[in-house]
């Protein structure tokens, strides 16, 4: 089991340092949950580095960034620029993760995130043998949404979407 501790002050520091964000598996399609999720955090003043190899063969680019085949490649166009990736965030399936992992380590990232449904413990134990932190099966989007008050990003608790009968009509 991973080692680094699944609590809320380690999330919380690990969505306050983590300000670079390689994206891997973000789709240019609106409606798939990668998407959402980048740009909610694009949003919210993050960094999104795209890490898609079908649209960075074609030279294309996600939420108004250029997408890179790897997330080496990524972390040498952000180090040109003077920047560093923080978190390697994979939307990719479980047995897709360890040589993520091992990119995550070769370009010094603080953490890999793993979305909701991906686990892979031994990807997990070598990310946190070089030092990075490791979260498993959460989203990003949903975990700063609820920890730094993000969920009337998307209509929650902001009366806009309500179960509720309105006494009186907003228009």
Known sequence: MSRTPDTISTLRRVLAECRTLAVVGLSPQWHRPSFFAAKYMQAHGWRIVPVNPLVAQEGGSI?????????????????AQGGRIDMVDCFRRSEDIPPLAEDAVAIGAKCLWLQLGVVNEAAARQAEDAGLLVIQNRCVKIEHARLFGGLGWAGV??????????QVLPY
């Open 63 to 79: 939420l108004g960034e250029k997408a890179y085949a790897s997330v080496r490649e990524a972390d040498a166009a952000v180090r």
């Open 157 to 166: 608790d902001t009366r806009v979407i309500s179960a509720k009968r309105p």
